[in-house]
C-alpha cells in the first residue's frame, strides 16, 4: 500500500511539474518545424510498407482500454510528462519504439540521442509518413506537436535545434512509446504489410497509376520518376529530358491476391509499347514504355510476357520497344501528380476502363465504377 501511494505521489510531482515548465515557455518558437510531414496528408501505404489506415471508432476504443490513466492523458489529450521522469529517457538498448496506442513504429535506437531537456529525443523517424506534425498555439506559443502517423496519438513536440545530419529533435513522451528491443518478436500490429514491389513506365504515369489503384490485390500505386542519371529530379527536371528519368509508377501488391504476371500483362493492355519515347500526343524519352525488375524473377516474367505478347495477333506485325531493366532508384513525384485522375477527372490512357473492368473479372472480383472520361 506505501508502496503505491509512493507511487502516485511521484505521478502528480511530474504533472505539476511539466505544467510549470510549460508555462515558462521554453519550447517556445517563432514558426511550425519545417520539413515534417502535416497533418493534411492522406493515410495510405508507408514507404515502410506498413497500413496507415486510422483505426475505427470501436477498434481505437478497444487499443485505449489497455492503457494506464497517464498513457490515456498523455496521448489523448496532449499531456506532457515532466523533464526526466520518463521510463524511456536513458534507455540505450538496440531496438525499436514504437506507439503505445496502434504499435506503428516510430523511432530507431539508432537515431536516439542524448538532448539534455529531460525527454527521449530523436534526430529523425522510423518513416517519415509515421509521425505527423500539428501546428499547436497553446501556451502562447507556435510549436508543431508530433502525432502517430495512423491513430493520431499525442506523442510530443519537433523542433530544428537537433545534431547533424538533419538538425531535428523529436522530443517525445516515454508514456507515449513503447519499445521493442532488437531479437524481440514483433507484435502483429507493428509488422509490415506483406507486399512485393513492381515498378512501370508507360508514358503519362498519372494514367498508368490510376489503372493499377483499380485493381484487387493492389495496395497502393504511386507515380515517380525512375531509371535516371540525377540524384533527386523533380517534374521540371524530367520534362527537360536531361534526367534520363522514365515517369514510372510503384506498384505495391499483395502477391496472395493478385501475381506479379498478372500485373505485367495488365500494364500491356493500357498503354501502346510500339511507339518509341511517346505514348499518344506526349513525345520525349521521360514518356518511354518501361518494366523496371525488382528480382530476377520478375526479369524472367518480363521478357516471358513481351514475348507472348509480341506473338499474339494484336502485335504480330508491330515491334514491342518496351526496355526492361533492373529498378533503379524511384522517387516519388510531387503531391499534385498522386491521384491525379481520381481529382481531376482527366485521363491520359484512352481504354484504361475497359481494361480495368476486364481484371476486376478475371480476378473474381465485382467490378468497381471506373471514373474514365475517356470511356
Not at 105 to 131: A, E, I, R
Request: some cysteine.
Amino acid at each position: 500500500m506505501r508502496h503505491r501511494k509512493t507511487r502516485s505521489m511521484i505521478t502528480q510531482f511530474c504533472t505539476a511539474l511539466a505544467g510549470s515548465v510549460l508555462a515558462a515557455g521554453c519550447f517556445a518558437q517563432d514558426a511550425p518545424t519545417r520539413n515534417v510531414q502535416m497533418e493534411d496528408a492522406k493515410p495510405g501505404i508507408s514507404d515502410s510498407g506498413y497500413d496507415l489506415t486510422p483505426p475505427t471508432e470501436e477498434e481505437k476504443k478497444e487499443l485505449l482500454a489497455k492503457l494506464t490513466p497517464e498513457q490515456i492523458r498523455i496521448t489523448q489529450k496532449a499531456g506532457t510528462e515532466a523533464a526526466f521522469c520518463g521510463t524511456l529517457l536513458d534507455n540505450k538498448k538496440e531496438g525499436i519504439y514504437v506507439c503505445v496506442v496502434c504499435g506503428l513504429p516510430l523511432f530507431d535506437s539508432d537515431d536516439k540521442f542524448t538532448s539534455g531537456t529531460g525527454w527521449p529525443s530523436f534526430t529523425k523517424t522510423f518513416d517519415p509518413s509515421h509521425v505527423v506534425g500539428k501546428v499547436d498555439t497553446s501556451y502562447g506559443m507556435v510549436r508543431t506537436e508530433i502525432v502517430c502517423g495512423r491513430c493520431g496519438s499525442h506523442l510530443g513536440h519537433v523542433f530544428e535545434d537537433g545534431p547533424p545530419p538533419t538538425g531535428m529533435r523529436f522530443c517525445l513522451n516515454s508514456e507515449s512509446l513503447t519499445f521493442i528491443e532488437k531479437g524481440e518478436e514483433l507484435p502483429e500490429n507493428s509488422k509490415p504489410m506483406k507486399a512485393e514491389e513492381a515498378f512501370f513506365a508507360g508514358g503519362c504515369f498519372w494514367g498508368v497509376e490510376y489503372g493499377f489503384a483499380q485493381l484487387p490485390g493492389v495496395l497502393s500505386a504511386t507515380s515517380g520518376y525512375q531509371n535516371g542519371e540525377t540524384e533527386d529530379p523533380d517534374y521540371r527536371a524530367v520534362c527537360s529530358g536531361e534526367t534520363g528519368h522514365a515517369e514510372s509508377v510503384r506498384v505495391r501488391f499483395d502477391p496472395d491476391r493478385i501475381d506479379y504476371e498478372t500485373l505485367v500483362r495488365f500494364f500491356f493492355e493500357i498503354h501502346d509499347p510500339t511507339t518509341l519515347n511517346r505514348q499518344g500526343p506526349d513525345v520525349g524519352t521521360q514518356y518511354r514504355s518501361g518494366i523496371y525488375t525488382a528480382s530476377p524473377e520478375q526479369a524472367r516474367i518480363a521478357v516471358k510476357v513481351v514475348k507472348d505478347v509480341a506473338r499474339s495477333d494484336e502485335f504480330k506485325d508491330r515491334t514491342i520497344v518496351t526496355e526492361i531493366e533492373p529498378t533503379g532508384k524511384f522517387t516519388q513525384a510531387e503531391d499534385y501528380h498522386q491521384d491525379y485522375v481520381v481529382r481531376t477527372g482527366r485521363t491520359c490512357h484512352p481504354g484504361i476502363g475497359t481494361a480495368v473492368a476486364k481484371y476486376q473479372r478475371m480476378l473474381d472480383r465485382q467490378p468497381e465504377r471506373v471514373v474514365s472520361p475517356s470511356e
